[in-house]
């Protein structure tokens, strides 16, 4: 112990005795910045300075947030990990600020940054360790391999005849709906519900979206460019970031970009055409950005307990905790899967070791499993049980979305009316082939190796305790009445696992094979890294689009350009708290994404199918004022019912039937390939 703390006070005196900045870490900012505009710029079409200005100085504010958290903690400061701090600390303070304080962005990015330059003044001073050739080299990877995956979404449209082609899975309109309510001064619970008026904002992962929206309000940037261009290929980046991130901390440099290549430059087993579509590590993560979040920060919290149980340092393993459970706000699905193997890792590594710790362990997941019930209680709940009951429906499922894919014959099995547990054996193979594609290999050969060798560590114990907290949810999680949230429960975190993983194993491995020859494993580890740039390049064009059949639902959507140039329209007009409503319900949330308005009724067989809440709400009752408006024949019925809607603007598609007066119906205020916005307040310029 007094080894460790002698250790510890030379490593602060090294950090001390640092330059105040670097030159690797000053090119590293300015890359960082770099791309970030580029992917900007490229989304949006045109240059902006007022974006590029913000982009120029997020990594520094970034880098300055993190730095104050490890000079907190006295925890030795890396560039890698500085930024990934930083961005759960910013993260969370945006998204704390929106919940509860009815203040302008303006307001809270100056606080910030006085913040920030003023906090590390009254803190020890602490300088950061200098960022290395091999550090640089693996921030710009991560720019790179981000910028191949994200093909899809930083050139997200292309014109054709009579409409634009949206690339991006149809999702990233509601994500573009999530960073518009966060553009006013208002609370996201004085906002609300953006699709639903009346009904109240649900619990979510808003944590993400928190530099987006920043974004979008200093840059003046549209809210879906914001999250096509910079919310996933950054988020792509964290994860990237987060592999070297683990390796160099664990390990060493050369480790921290074994890693780094394992979990973002090789295909997953979806791309090699092993595993199951709908388990593609790069596609679930690429239509689904939070999760890149997600993992990032979660990842971010095993470096800081993984730290501190190395060194002795309890306040290191606590901050640790508190990081990992802050990943419930940027993805709930991670936090499930990672916060048990964090918590674990945390209780078992707190000095002094004892045998007893075990039992802390079990007894934690026996309140975790017995308080599952109240998650059933909470406004859009995942409605699960924990009883082993009903896997067979997952499996069924999994069966029919293989149907006309390759992996089709794998699973026509679970189509049966034959009991589950009779295929058990098939399930769990097929279950880890496709959760951790190549590492289903790669990873036991690691562990046999150190076991062999009798060199079994914590990172071998950390991968061996992910994957049975996979199969733990996967056959354990059961569904319970209609929600559809379960499959998301039991499928999304998998890409937790394939990440910790491969990110483990791949520095373990690097870290056994170069200790004879550490120079010359390390320079092939950087040609190994630089040469499969290519992977990300190649693989990442149309990625959006998956490999099952539902994505030619969900991605390459034919939207009319008339409807674009209503949303465009209606986003150019004050005020943005004016309720805009699409005459079809807007099924995809196409006309909220884009023109980002909040919506009178909108998605309703999204919300009557995921919710109980709401099916329980009166929602019927609000059908029938839209459907007394849509049918108003008179002057003075059509201002009654804009009176008991609020609807500001009201956008017609051109096969709608007419029934308004001729006097307003003929007078749209906007019109575009047969498409016409209605300005509903005209209504009361008439006689009635």
Request: proline share 6%; hydrophobic share 50%; net charge positive.
């Amino acid at each position: 112990m007094r080894q460790t703390h002698q250790l510890t006070e030379a490593t602060d005196q090294k950090q001390q005795r640092a330059p105040a900045f670097d030159t690797c870490g000053l090119l590293a900012c300015l890359t960082i910045s770099a791309f970030l505009t580029v992917w900007i710029t490229l989304a949006s079409g045109s240059f902006s300075l007022r974006s590029a200005v913000f982009l120029f100085l997020l990594p520094w504010i970034l880098l300055r947030a993190g730095a104050i958290i490890t000079a907190a903690i006295r925890l030795p400061s890396l560039f890698a990990l500085d930024f990934l701090l930083g961005v759960a600390a910013v993260s969370i303070v945006v998204m704390a600020w929106k919940v509860v304080i009815p203040l302008s962005l303006w307001i809270l990015l100056m606080v910030l940054l006085i913040a920030i330059g003023g906090i590390p003044r009254l803190l020890p001073a602490r300088q950061r360790e200098p960022l290395s050739a091999l550090g640089l080299l693996g921030i710009t990877v991560s720019l790179v391999a981000a910028t191949g995956w994200s093909q899809d979404l930083i050139l997200p449209t292309t014109a054709v005849k009579d409409g634009v082609l949206f690339k991006p899975w149809s999702d990233f309109f509601f994500h573009s709906s999530i960073v518009a309510r966060s553009l006013g001064p208002q609370t996201l619970l004085q906002v609300g519900n953006y699709e639903w008026q009346g009904f109240p904002a649900f619990f979510y992962h808003y944590s993400s979206y928190s530099l987006p929206s920043c974004l979008a309000k200093a840059g003046h940037v549209p809210a879906y460019v914001t999250v096509v261009g910079f919310w996933a290929p950054f988020g792509s980046f964290l994860t990237a970031l987060a592999s070297y991130a683990l390796g160099r901390a664990i390990w060493n440099d050369g480790a921290g970009l074994a890693a780094l290549a394992a979990t973002s430059l090789i295909p997953d087993g979806t791309l090699l055409n092993i595993a199951h579509p709908t388990y593609g590590y790069f596609w679930l993560q690429h239509i689904s950005p939070a999760g890149l979040y997600g993992v990032a920060i979660a990842g971010t919290a095993l470096i800081l307990i993984a730290q501190g149980a190395r060194e002795g340092r309890r306040v290191w393993i606590a901050s640790g905790v508190v990081i990992g459970a802050l990943t419930v706000f940027f993805k709930v699905q991670i936090f499930m899967a990672a916060f048990p193997l964090l918590l674990s890792f945390a209780i078992l590594a707190w000095p002094p070791r004892r045998r007893w710790q075990w039992l802390i362990v079990g007894g934690c997941f026996a309140a975790g499993i017995a308080l599952l019930p109240l998650a059933n209680r909470s406004y859009v709940g995942p409605n699960v049980q924990f009883n082993f009951s009903s896997s067979d429906w997952y499996w069924k499922l999994l069966s029919n979305m293989a149907r006309g894919t390759y992996a089709e014959r794998w699973y026509q099995v679970f189509s049966s009316v034959h009991p589950f547990p009779s295929h058990l054996g098939q399930a769990i193979g097929l279950l880890l082939v496709s959760a951790l594609g190549v590492f289903v290999v790669v990873a036991p050969l690691v562990w046999l190796l150190a076991l062999w060798h009798k060199t079994w560590q914590a990172p071998e114990g950390i991968s061996v305790a992910a994957i049975a907290i996979l199969l733990v949810m996967t056959f354990g999680l059961s569904r319970s009445g209609t929600a559809e949230n379960v499959y998301e429960l039991i499928q999304r975190p998998f890409v937790w696992v394939y990440w910790v993983v491969g990110s483990l194993a791949a520095g373990r491995l690097f870290s056994v094979v170069a200790s004879a020859r550490p120079q010359l494993w390390t320079r092939t580890i950087v040609v190994i890294t630089i040469a499969l740039t290519l992977v990300p390049m190649c693989y990442g064009s149309g990625l959006q689009h998956g490999k099952w059949p539902g994505g030619n639902v969900h991605s390459g959507m034919h939207v009319d350009r008339g409807l674009i140039d209503c949303a465009k329209y209606i986003r150019s007009r004050p005020p943005a708290t004016a309720v805009a409503q699409d005459s079809h319900l807007d099924k995809a949330l196409i006309l909220v994404g884009l023109a980002e308005r909040p919506s009178f009724a909108a998605r309703l067989d999204v919300w009557t199918r995921a919710s109980k809440a709401f099916r329980e709400s009166p929602y019927q009752e609000q059908l029938r004022k839209l459907k007394t408006l849509q049918e108003a024949t008179n002057i003075p019925d059509l201002q009654r019912s804009v009176r008991e809607t609020g609807i500001r603007w009201y956008v017609v598609h051109p096969d709608d039937p007419d029934f308004w007066p001729a006097e307003f119906r003929d007078h749209p205020v906007f019109e575009s390939n047969g498409y016409k916005v209605y300005d509903m307040q005209r209504c009361f310029d008439m006689p009635g």
